[in-house]
């Protein structure tokens, strides 16, 4: 299982797919989309249903097999798609995707799925964080993370991925908005912006993922405490 799923104790008895969103490349929005987005409805043997994102991409070729060879904890399964053998893998891996998420967050477009849409939610210091990354910075998907994913962003940024879905603001966007826009501390992260999910069915909107910078060289508050 994945490290982000915590419910490991308890039994799955039915997973459904409620939206896939296709994450358009920028460059090139009317060809093959960079990967897709799942919303999908966990169900447990006991307790409320739990709700998740997956971001899955195809690769077929080298590109596959470099995949396999150095990245086999992001292939999930090994498919035949029309015709054509290839990997489904984590579409973090793929920096492609990940810069048209960038891009989302940063121009306040949306992405339109089949009951829902990603919207971009930039902040006040997301044109400034932009502006260190430049137009393709690397991605490197981190593996420290636990409960959701994060990828490194020109070294500058990190953008995570919220696994779970839940309403509302997270705390990871409210907290550094209100430490920097307001109580104007120095030291904290500047955030650069979010993407919320937001559901046709009038459900309130969810943040799915949100762009910090990234500090260097300082130890986390676990750390500190602990």
């Known amino acids: 299982g994945r490290r982000w799923f915590g419910q490991k104790a308890r039994s799955i008895t039915r997973v459904t797919i409620e939206d896939v969103v296709r994450v358009a490349d920028p460059e090139a929005p009317e060809g093959p989309p960079t990967g897709c987005l799942l919303v999908v409805q966990v169900e447990l043997e006991y307790g409320n249903p739990e709700r998740y994102t997956l971001c899955l991409s195809f690769a077929s070729g080298p590109v596959g097999q470099e995949l396999c060879k150095w990245h086999p904890e992001a292939v999930l399964a090994d498919v035949n798609a029309g015709g054509t053998e290839g990997v489904v893998y984590e579409a973090v891996h793929d920096p492609r995707f990940v810069q048209a998420l960038l891009s989302l967050l940063a121009s306040r477009r949306s992405l339109v ?114």
Do not use: C
Not at 202 to 208: H, V
């Open 113 to 226: 799925g089949e009951s829902g849409r990603l919207v971009g939610v930039p902040a006040s210091w997301t044109r400034e964080v932009a502006g260190h990354l430049g137009p393709t910075p690397e991605t490197t998907p981190l593996t420290a993370e636990q409960s959701n994913t994060s990828v490194m962003v020109g070294g500058a940024a990190i953008l995570k991925l919220i696994r779970r879905l839940e309403e509302g603001i997270h705390p990871g966007v409210e907290v550094p908005r209100f430490l920097t826009e307001r109580a104007r501390f120095p030291f904290a992260p500047r955030p650069g912006g979010s993407i919320e999910y937001r559901s046709t069915h009038g459900a309130p909107a969810a943040t799915l993922a949100l762009l910090e910078e990234f500090v260097s060289h300082e130890s986390d508050g676990h750390d500190t405490v602990v």
